[in-house]
C-alpha cells in the first residue's frame, strides 16, 4: 500500500491585503485566490502534484471553485506587533513549510510608531524563520496606497526604507526572499475601487498572485 503523503501546509499572514479585502467582502481570497490556482495546476510550480494546504485560524472566505482554500491568517486593521501577538497560535494550525508576509500597511495608515516598524517587522520575521520544518518564509515590502499625496504613503516609503538595514540579517538568511516588487506592484490608481485608498480590485490582488509565484518557481521551497 502507497504511503500518504502529508499536505503541504502554507501559511498566509498579514492583514486585510492577506485576507483579501475587496469592496467590504471577504469572499475573493485576494491574492491567494491567483496564487493557489497556479500552485496547484501551473506546470512551471514546484508544488505540482503535491497536495496543498493553507493553514490559519480564519476562515471566512468561500471556497466557490474549489483550487484555493479558505484558511489563512489575515485579519484587517492589524498593524506588525498585533500580528506579533498571535502569530504562535496561527503557526498551531497546521506544520508550515511555507509562510508569506505581508505587514506594515496598517503601522503606515496608522502613523503607529513608524520609525521602528521596521524593527518590529524584523522581530515578526525572525519569529516566521525559526519555526521548526520551515523552508522558505517570502516576505514582502508592503504595497502601495492609491494616493501619492498622504501620510500614509509617506509613512510607506519610510518603512521600507528602513527594511534592508533593520532586517538585513532576516534578508541574508537562505530561507528568506525579500519580494520587493510589491512597492509598485498596484500603481494605477485604476487598480483599487472609488473610495478605497488601499485595497486593490480583484485583477490587482491577482497580480500580487502572480508576483508571489513567481517567487515560489525562481526560489523554491524544497518540495
Known amino acids: 500500500m502507497a504511503r500518504a503523503v502529508a499536505p503541504y501546509d502554507i501559511l498566509c499572514v498579514g492583514d486585510s491585503l492577506t485576507a483579501g479585502l475587496v469592496q467590504g467582502t471577504l469572499n475573493t481570497g485576494g491574492y491567494r485566490r491567483r496564487l493557489f490556482q497556479r500552485l496547484i495546476s501551473d506546470p512551471t510550480s514546484p508544488l505540482l502534484g503535491r497536495p496543498i494546504r493553507s493553514i490559519g485560524l480564519r476562515t471566512n472566505n468561500n471556497n466557490g471553485d474549489g483550487v484555493w482554500f479558505p484558511n489563512h491568517a489575515g485579519v484587517g486593521g492589524e ?11 496561527e503557526i498551531a494550525t497546521g506544520s508550515p513549510k511555507v509562510v508569506i508576509l505581508h505587514a506594515g500597511m496598517n503601522d503606515a495608515v496608522q502613523s503607529y510608531l513608524v520609525g521602528t516598524a521596521a524593527d518590529r517587522l524584523a522581530t515578526l520575521w525572525q519569529t516566521l524563520l525559526d519555526i521548526p520544518g520551515v ?3 517570502y516576505v514582502a515590502n508592503i504595497q502601495n496606497c492609491k ?7 509617506n509613512n510607506l516609503a519610510t518603512i521600507r526604507a528602513a527594511i534592508p538595514t533593520a532586517c ?4 541574508a538568511n537562505p530561507k528568506s526572499v525579500y519580494m ?3 512597492s509598485t506592484l498596484v500603481p494605477d490608481p485604476g487598480g483599487f475601487f472609488p473610495g478605497d485608498d488601499i485595497h486593490p480590485d480583484q485583477t490587482n490582488y491577482n497580480g500580487t498572485g502572480d508576483l508571489i509565484f513567481g517567487h515560489f518557481v525562481s526560489s523554491p521551497p524544497t518540495s
Request: no cysteine; hydrophobic share 45%; net charge positive.
Open 135 to 137: 523552508q522558505k518564509v
Open 168 to 171: 538585513a540579517a532576516q534578508i
Open 180 to 182: 520587493t516588487g510589491f
Open 79 to 89: 498593524r506588525i506587533d498585533q500580528i506579533q501577538s498571535r502569530i504562535a497560535a
Open 147 to 153: 494616493s501619492t499625496a498622504t501620510t500614509t504613503f
